[in-house]
């Protein structure tokens, strides 16, 4: 959430931002009639409670019918405090319940518009010439099948659509590139975690996902559980109600875990083999930062993904995520894009946000600055969301024959194999 005092001061600002992003612009002044509300009542209320106190501590001396006087005049201002207890609880109840309707305030650099409007920020690696190599690129369901690394039919047939399994040096494919990402992770310092899969609604809510994502997460109502779409949420609730000390900071988290996502929106989008799935496994980058650091952390969050996807042999572009496509609790975010050759065009394969203070003011995460205790800034980046990337492996590392080159960061995980082979039929 933002906050409060910000609102009062300076709510073109955030109005500016609710329209950048299409969200209701009302919403800002709603939350500025509530939070009125809420603070007229609080203070009504404490001037009633004073009174009652001094009330109270005249009827003992009394008598009579002064005593009379006084004990009627308690009565009625006991009521009275009840009144303005219950309006000073609903103005906060909506105040809060506002509060958490609003997303971040975007950053002014963030370019506005929707899912197109994105601005290119660098490119990298050279997109492969198939027709002049003298054979056309097998997408990367085709390959799965040849190496005997993907089956999606048996998927379906086990749980549905947009469910797979790997298989032979498909799964061995995956845990090589779970084993390559925490070791770059490692190397950088960041402390690795096998995170939860279900968490507490308070976990999801805190980090923002109950809110406009709320359609792709999966709720075990039995249990008021939420499966995590990323190990961001987990990671985010880890220091949930603690405050910790500046020289702690920054705190690094590379998490492991599997991701399920209902996809609701995705009706007929990337139906064909496993670059939209309902659960995937991921790793994921998250630091704990001052929110003077956070833009420094978004650029080096940034850098470590860009290493990553190179250390792959990826061709890529980075962009800078527009205002109508960021998440809830972004204030501004980058992606990094792989080139899909058999779709003619770059995917996500990561992306990584600088949540500022918004999830930790919901999380109730602070940081002791000297004698002053305040927020501090979240932020989360991929570094590898494993489908995805066997899609751009696959793809990008294919040969004529059918088999499929390995990056050399690969290779110490799979064995020493240079080259993933077709199997026999």
């Known amino acids: 959430m933002i906050d409060l005092r910000l609102l009062r001061e300076d709510p073109d600002r955030v109005r500016a931002s609710q329209r950048a992003r299409g969200e209701d612009v009302a919403l800002v002044d709603a939350l500025l009639s509530a939070d009125e509300r809420r603070r007229s009542s609080g203070v009504r209320f404490d001037e009633l409670r004073a009174e009652q106190k001094a009330l109270g501590k005249l009827i003992p001396k009394a008598s009579g019918d002064e005593k009379a006087e006084l004990l009627k005049r308690a009565s009625g201002l006991a009521a009275d405090v009840k009144t303005a207890d219950a309006e000073r609880d609903a103005a906060d109840a909506e105040t809060q319940e506002l509060l958490l309707r609003l997303g971040n305030l975007i950053h002014p650099d963030v370019p506005v518009g929707g899912e197109e409007d994105f601005v290119t920020l660098e490119t990298h690696g050279t997109i492969r010439d198939f027709a002049a190599e003298g054979f056309e690129p097998k997408d990367h369901l085709e390959l799965g099948q040849i190496l005997g690394a993907i089956d999606v039919e048996r998927g379906a047939k086990v749980s549905g659509s947009r469910f797979y399994f790997l298989t032979g040096v498909g799964a061995l494919l995956e845990l090589a590139l779970v084993n390559a990402?925490?070791?770059?992770?490692?190397?950088?310092?960041?402390?690795?975690?096998?995170?939860?899969?279900?968490?507490?609604?308070?976990?999801?809510?805190?980090?923002?996902?109950?809110?406009?994502?709320?359609?792709?997460?999966?709720?075990?109502?039995?249990?008021?559980?939420?499966?995590?779409?990323?190990?961001?949420?987990?990671?985010?609730?880890?220091?949930?109600?603690?405050?910790?000390?500046?020289?702690?900071?920054?705190?690094?988290?590379?998490?492991?875990?599997?991701?399920?996502?209902?996809?609701?929106?995705?009706?007929?989008?990337?139906?064909?083999?496993?670059?939209?799935?309902?659960?995937?496994?991921?790793?994921?980058?998250?630091?704990?930062?001052?929110?003077?650091?956070?833009?420094?952390?978004?650029?080096?969050?940034?850098?470590?993904?860009?290493?990553?996807?190179?250390?792959?042999?990826?061709?890529?572009?980075?962009?800078?995520?527009?205002?109508?496509?960021?998440?809830?609790?972004?204030?501004?975010?980058?992606?990094?894009?792989?080139?899909?050759?058999?779709?003619?065009?770059y995917r996500e394969l990561t992306s990584t946000s600088d949540c500022t203070e918004f999830q930790s003011r919901r999380l109730q995460i602070r940081f002791r600055d000297g004698k002053a205790v305040r927020p501090l800034a979240t932020l989360n980046g991929t570094l590898c969301a494993v489908p995805r990337t066997i899609v751009a492996i696959l793809e990008n590392h294919q040969q004529a024959d059918g088999s499929v080159r390995v990056p050399e960061v690969l290779r110490p995980y799979l064995g020493g194999r240079k080259v993933l082979e077709p199997v026999a039929k």
């Open 181 to 345: 990402a925490i070791a770059q992770a490692t190397a950088a310092g960041f402390t690795p975690m096998l995170t939860p899969a279900l968490v507490r609604p308070q976990s999801m809510a805190g980090t923002g996902f109950l809110g406009q994502a709320a359609q792709d997460v999966y709720h075990l109502d039995k249990d008021d559980l939420y499966l995590v779409g990323t190990s961001e949420v987990p990671l985010a609730a880890y220091h949930m109600d603690e405050i910790i000390d500046a020289d702690r900071l920054p705190l690094r988290y590379a998490g492991f875990s599997p991701c399920f996502r209902r996809e609701a929106g995705s009706h007929g989008k990337d139906t064909k083999g496993i670059f939209r799935v309902h659960q995937f496994d991921k790793v994921e980058m998250f630091s704990y930062v001052t929110p003077e650091e956070s833009q420094e952390e978004h650029r080096r969050l940034l850098e470590w993904e860009k290493q990553w996807l190179t250390s792959l042999e990826l061709p890529f572009r980075v962009i800078d995520v527009a205002s109508g496509d960021l998440g809830a609790s972004a204030s501004r975010k980058f992606d990094c894009e792989a080139w899909v050759p058999t779709q003619d065009k």
